[in-house]
């Protein structure tokens, strides 16, 4: 800024004092503050008269301000301030901040807070889809090994603005250089670095500092500072100075090559190379080398860089900081090699020259554990078609891959070399290694560590696979093997054995119990297992068991020709106690597999069963079933009487939910009617009070519910629903009483007798059919009489004149 544009600057802070606050940072422009609040800048300096709330409020003020200190002394002294009075306020500044610094209320952190200055270029948003269109080529193609790292957004190699000054930081114009002086001298400086490179403080001449690095800087500032403050910096003298970076400026770098969005990139001063490459989407995966990539500073290459250091070993050698006026170039690609198959890492992998197919194997990872190691198959592109090779062990380590190679890693055959099997009755079956313990059948059994005691000695099986690879099966007698009364067997590659079991050669022994025990089940058979052992482990009898009762069903497992009769089984009764005793005879009666124990019930032995009778008896409830014989009527005895509002013709009665119609009063007069039904357990009988309403339901002008009368007749209560409808069936009508039972209309002749109708009775009068057919009235009745006259008489003239014809 030019002196003309400070004087124009201060000149409209004069006129707008409280805007010096929200644009002048620097701690010398509490000079300013103080002349607009005490009057003026021709008035003497008023310092003295601010309080120290005054000055903390105007040092968190100045801290978004764009001049320099220097031009902030200069806009003070053209407006009358001497070095006396700007001397002053450093005094007063410095005495404000310890006590600040002391008392917590002011953190001197704020001074040297880092920022960015300036615009920063981003990354676009859509660049992830950018990406996926250059690689619209690839997709059945292995990914290109490095290509992820520029493509997602959590690594974006952004430089940290809070680490400490790096001591190589070369300062530049915008910077901004923080200059502390502590001890005996208390000041602290905020310098911009102007466009010609140069720095200025108090009343010195300029500092060019531009091109420096910070420590250079440093020295240079403090040897002019010495000027001011003597002694500064020297052993004894009391008085110390230091310069750190404040706020960083931009710096331009261009991006050219094979990169996926060249160009010219605004980027911080601390930015890196590898920031650069993820700004511009690294390098084109088709077409850019991930191993050759230049920093080129002042038309000279300073560093060559090879990503794959840093992904394959987090070396970060080559992410140099970078400097205005940079240009990094993406070279094009030499040699790409893809690597497929039982590989850790498949991919396509750039090769310098000098690499061998051994280094690509480490860039992809090494072979898989199931990979098949012994040889690669490799195809390459000759000038005129595609070969195949076969690259084996030895040779990784010296061949050399050639641009287009693609390498294919298969997997270990499903298969065993040396392993043989045993199975069955032995004592730890399992696969074994055929070699120099383990070689005939004998040996095999040895070391599985024998028989076992259920083994079936007669016969034994070894399966072989021939040449064809189909199984063969080669019976021996194991038991004279390992008597050695027989040659013992010669073992092959997968030859497996298989040592049968009895258990194996028959059916599961069990034996089974049911009836009046607590928990009848099937178990394995035991030797010597009686019939008092499966009862027990049965629970024991439940309380209506017969235990005089018990039958044992065997199978007949002998020769039955000399049996007489027809017996399938063989029946055995036992008589035992609720003690588990048996006659001692029986005691030693013991079980065969197969066995079938009963065990019986008492004849009158049942759980209690219920019945409901509910409604309007003396005693309401559940009632228990006496006996097998007990009917309706013999229950209705038990209830006590019923009450005086009961209505017996009303009495419901039913059966697992379902009513059935029943006369209870016929009942109570006759128990030998019909109706007196049996008992069953869940039956339910309800005894309602007196219904006083009647419902007429059907083919009726006015579906209603109305009041019981004495004396009205059926058609009386049709007549209070207000008649039949059109297609009333007035001859199906009928009724429901309120116990259930039915009663429909009857016709003698040219009579009908209607059911009688008693409280709580519906009455139903069916539908008939929905026709549009009407009756005809007299005159059309003679009209058709006459027509019906008429064709009849012709008909009979023609007949007869007919018959005279011919």
Known sequence: MNRSRTQSYWFTLRDSPFLLFRQLPALSFFFLLVAVTAGFAQQPSRADQLNDEQIIEFYQRAQSSGLTEMQIEQAAMSQGYTLTDIAKMRQRMAKIRQQSNRSGQISGDTLTNRSQQGTLSQRPYALGDSLNLLRRDTIRRPSIFGAALFQGTSLTFEPNLRIATPRNYVVGPDDELVVEIYGNSTESFRLRVSPEGSVRMLNLAPIFVSGLTIEQAEQRIVGRLRQAFQGLNRPNSGTYASVTLGNIRSIRVTMVGEVVMPGTYTLSSLSTAFNALYLAGGPNP???????????????????????????????????????????????????????????RPAIYEVKPGETLKNVLSFAGGFTDRAYTFSITLRRNTPRELRISTITQEQIATFIPQSGDKYTTGEILNRYENRIQISGAVMRPGDYALGDEITSVRSLISRAEGLRKDAFLNRAVLYRERENTDLEAIPFDVGRLMRNETEDIPLARQDSVHIYSVRDLREPYYVSIEGAVNRPDTIP????????????????????????????????????????????????QFSIDR?????????????????????????????QRNVAVLGEVMHPGNYAIESRSERISDVLRRVGGLKAGAFLPGARFSRRGIPIATDLGAILEDPGVSGNLLLEVGDSLIIPKRPETVSIQGAVLNPSTVSFTEGFHFKDYVTQAGGYTDNARQKRAYVIYANGLKDRTKRFLFFRKYPKIEPGSRVIVPFGPLTDDRRLTA?????????????????????????RLF
């Open 286 to 344: 088709e077409t850019g080398s991930f191993r050759d990539i230049q920093v080129i500073r002042n038309n000279r290459v300073i560093r060559t860089i090879d990503l794959y250091d840093y992904l394959l070993r987090a070396d970060k050698k080559d992410d140099i900081r970078l400097l205005d006026q940079d240009v990094i170039r993406v070279n094009d690609y030499g040699v790409r090699v893809e690597m497929v198959g039982q590989v850790k």
């Open 525 to 572: 058979y035991v030797t010597n297992l009686t019939v008092t052992d499966l009862i027990a482990l049965s629970g024991g009898f439940q309380e209506g068991a017969t235990p005089t009762r018990i039958e044992v069903a065997r199978r007949i497992r002998e020769d039955t020709t000399k049996m007489t009769g027809g017996e399938t089984v063989q029946v055995f």
């Open 579 to 607: 003690s588990l005793n048996l006659q001692p005879a029986d005691a030693r009666f013991p079980l065969k597999p197969f066995d079938v124990v009963y065990v019986r019930t008492s004849p009158r032995y049942e759980l």
């Open 779 to 803: 005159g059309e009745r003679i009209g058709l009489i006459s027509v019906i006259g008429t064709m009849t008489v012709t008909l009979t003239t023609v007949i007869v004149n007919l018959v």
